[in-house]
């Protein structure tokens, strides 16, 4: 059954805690079961004190959805949602030296770069846009000397219109009142 | 909240912070970071229980044995860099059978953090993979909230072992303490509220079963569901196996009992897996040991899976219906829902299954005509001599197999044994801390002369300690499973599996344990009594015959179904 499932993209959000060595363990449940991280970052949520890791990898329908639990075993871990790429809105920002030259000056207006830095030898660029516009320009670029070009992880913001982490939080604390007013009683 | 503030040294509020937790023993080796608790320990020998192993592996085996059998957290106690890592096969064993434990680490002052200083490792990271949580703490302030913390996860949910790694400033600096037992997490669910939907699918498919069969697992003796299962199971009139770690949940004479799942399970289980229409899976988590090939597992079956773990849902197998939650709270709601009904027929249709395996298998284990010593019959003998009451430890190998099939149970929690990760040396200190954990029940230990070694530096610990634990020595001067193999699988290519054994005579008396040996068949029953009747630890050294086989067995790999009697 899993021998015909297609390998896809997936975006990964997790939720946690904010603690040291977390990235750490999150990273090793991928590392374990040989499943290849294709992009990672990791910034605060708009929760106080919860931090968000957006991971894209590549994998089948059945393994993200264990690989997220696995996450979530994580004692620290809130909760991880899994995303098809449709679902979230994304963005990648990629950076590029490249050596100045008039086809490089017509580059920039004609793809709406932004232009960082400009020194009498070299140029510097950023492209915001998902990974295929920047590699994109990349690929035109080197033509006429990429010196460095870097590419940040996928940022990813959900499109439903459900806030599921808020949800689970509200569960949290409806689920530990009971609890609370079980042991009083 | 506890403790009235009065000011502390960090090691003290450990210590206070165990005796909140309510513990009685620690086992555990001093070490340079960690001398500072030992100091303290000192002025608690009164309330405290210390057990000083040999070697920090056989202290986390001794609280997995203590925690197994008592159905308490485990706690260990060692110092830094070399106590520390020694420790770690134990905690992935623990991990991977489900076993509640704390482990206290020294670790150097929070100056020397990365410096690579003496006797350092990063113990955090080192155990990331083989703990349930881990956390440092650098400040004595913030020592009785991480036990606290420790103490509920490893407990909580399913089980597992916890490291809290202490900073030797942390345990010399002084605060005030306080101590409050954690409840909740927010990022922790440890076992989630039934679902009604869930119960009610379950139900439905446990009613239109006409072949279904119950697989019981550890987490019905971890949830202490023992009798809300033999109601679920009475109503249901369902026949029941069992997996390894879930022995002795139901009395081995329960009428619907049908043996032991997996690689040398029983008979009926294994062969007539295809036939079921429902494995109703019971706090298990499908362990390939256990199923064989898992495409083939259950596959004329649809499949309900009891279980805490979310993570443990559809990772071997797909589960048609899951119940998640504590089978405490599931076992009931299900009881209440399903028909009563009767499944004479296929019971019986089981039952004659291990009379074929009786007749093909069991007869010449248990009753051998010539020959040396088998070790079934070693198992069997001193199973009678206790009544089938006895708390049986074991090492991993061929004894422990032998040991599963044949020595028997009357109540739960009478077996220790390395399931998951099947730590060759667990016998030994596992054994010290079942007979710590069930002072009242004697402890027999079936063990390997190759897993015995691995470990043997314990039997200076049951000496000290003055430890009851019977130790029977299955010598057959061979790494015997890894040789049937061999034989099996490998041409008989016996490469490196024989073994030139030193005396264990005088090794048992050279730490002043008692000893007896025997060959011959006809001594055998006396030496047992023999044991038995030694007030103490024993060593009974069991020469057995050299090249004996467990059977049944399925091939690694092959449906469960394909299981062999030779």
């Not at chain 2, 200083?117 to 650098?138: L, R």
């Not at chain 2, 971890?222 to 109601?231: F, R, S, Y």
């Not at chain 2, 008979?267 to 199923?291: H, S, W």
């Amino acid at each position: 059954m899993e021998a015909m499932e297609k390998e896809q993209e997936y975006i990964i959000t997790v939720f946690s805690e904010n603690k040291v060595g977390l990235l750490n363990q999150i990273t090793t449940v991928f590392t374990c079961r040989n499943v290849n991280i294709e992009s990672l970052t990791t910034s605060e949520s708009a929760v106080l004190g919860i931090h968000k890791f957006t991971i894209v990898v590549r994998t089948t329908a059945s393994k993200v959805e264990r690989l997220a639990r696995q996450i979530e075993k994580k004692i620290d871990v809130l909760k991880a949602f899994v995303f098809r790429p449709e679902e979230v809105v994304q963005q990648e920002i990629a950076l590029y030296k490249v050596t100045r030259s008039h086809n490089v000056e017509l580059l920039v207006r004609r793809y709406n770069v932004r232009v960082l830095e400009i020194d009498d030898d070299y140029i510097v660029l950023e492209k915001t846009g998902d990974k295929s516009e920047t590699g994109e320009l990349f690929d035109l670029l080197r033509p006429y000397g990429v010196q460095q070009f870097v590419r940040s992880g996928t940022v990813a913001i959900i499109k439903s219109r459900r806030e599921l982490l808020n949800e689970y939080l509200r569960e949290r604390e409806r689920l530990e009142e009971l609890e609370k007013r079980e042991q009083t009683i | 909240m506890s403790g009235d503030g009065r000011l502390l040294t960090g090691s003290q509020a450990l210590i206070e912070s165990f005796l909140q937790e309510g513990v009685d023993t620690i086992f555990g080796y001093p070490g340079g970071a960690i001398i500072p608790v030992y100091d303290a320990l000192y002025d608690y020998r009164d309330r405290l229980r210390h057990i000083l192993v040999r070697h920090e592996q056989g202290a986390v085996h001794a609280a997995q044995g203590y925690a197994r059998v008592s159905g308490r957290v485990g706690v260990c106690l060692v110092t830094s860099g070399p106590g520390a890592t020694n420790t770690v096969t134990g905690l992935a064993d623990a991990l991977m059978d489900s076993t509640p434990l704390v482990l206290v680490t020294g670790q150097v002052g929070s100056a020397l953090l990365g410096t690579d200083a003496f006797q350092e490792t990063d113990f955090v990271g080192i155990t990331q993979a083989v703990t349930k949580w881990n956390c440092q703490v650098k400040s004595a302030a913030d020592i009785p909230a991480a036990i606290a913390k420790a103490f509920y996860v490893a407990r909580s949910g399913r089980p597992g072992p916890v490291v809290v790694d202490i900073t030797k400033d942390a345990q010399c600096a002084v605060a005030p303490f306080h101590y409050e037992r954690i409840t909740s997490i927010r990022s922790y669910v440890p076992s989630c509220a039934p679902d009604p939907q869930q119960i009610a699918d379950a139900a439905a498919l446990i009613d239109a079963a006409q072949r279904p069969m119950a697989l019981v697992g550890q987490g019905v003796m971890l949830g202490n569901a023992e009798q809300e299962l033999v109601a679920f199971l009475e109503k249901s009139g369902m026949p029941a196996a069992s997996t390894l770690l879930g022995l002795s949940v139901l009395p081995s004479d329960w009428p619907h009992y049908v043996g032991m799942l997996g690689m040398h399970g029983n008979y009926a289980p294994n062969i007539k897996n295809q036939e079921c229409d429902l494995l109703v899976a019971i706090g298990m988590r499908f362990d390939d040991r256990v199923t064989g090939d898992p495409a083939a597992f259950g596959c004329n079956a649809k499949i309900i899976h009891l279980e805490i773990d979310p993570a443990e849902v559809d990772k071997i197998v797909h589960a048609d219906v899951a119940v998640m939650g504590d089978v405490k709270r599931t076992l009931p709601l299900l009881a209440e829902r399903i028909r009563q009904r009767d499944h004479k027929a296929w019971i019986d249709e089981l039952l004659a299954c291990n009379r074929i395996e009786f007749d093909a298998v069991i007869r010449k284990s248990l009753h051998p005509v010539g020959g040396r010593i088998r070790m079934g019959e070693a198992v069997d003998t001193v199973a009678r001599a206790y009544d089938r009451d006895a708390v049986l430890v074991t090492d991993v190998g061929q004894q422990q197999m032998f040991a599963a099939r044949y020595f028997g149970f009357r109540r739960t929690r009478s077996i220790v044994t390395s399931g998951g990760l099947g730590t060759m040396g667990f016998g030994l200190p596992a054994s010290i801390g079942a007979k710590l954990g069930a002072p009242d029940r004697d402890v027999c230990l079936f063990v390997g002369d190759g897993g015995l070694q691995m470990t043997i530096q314990e039997l200076a610990t049951i000496s000290q300690s003055d430890v009851d634990v019977k130790i029977i020595l299955l010598n057959n001067s061979y790494l015997g499973m890894v040789r049937q193999w061999q034989e099996l699988f490998y041409d008989r290519r016996y490469s490196f599996t024989e073994m030139a054994n030193p005396d264990f005579g005088l090794i048992a008396r050279g730490n002043g344990i008692a000893y007896g040996c025997v060959e011959r068949r006809e001594e055998l029953a006396g030496a047992v009594a023999e044991m038995k009747a030694h007030r103490g630890a024993y060593l009974l050294e069991v020469r057995v015959e050299r090249e004996e086989n467990v059977f049944p067995m399925v091939p690694a790999g092959a449906p469960v179904s394909a299981i062999r009697f030779e």
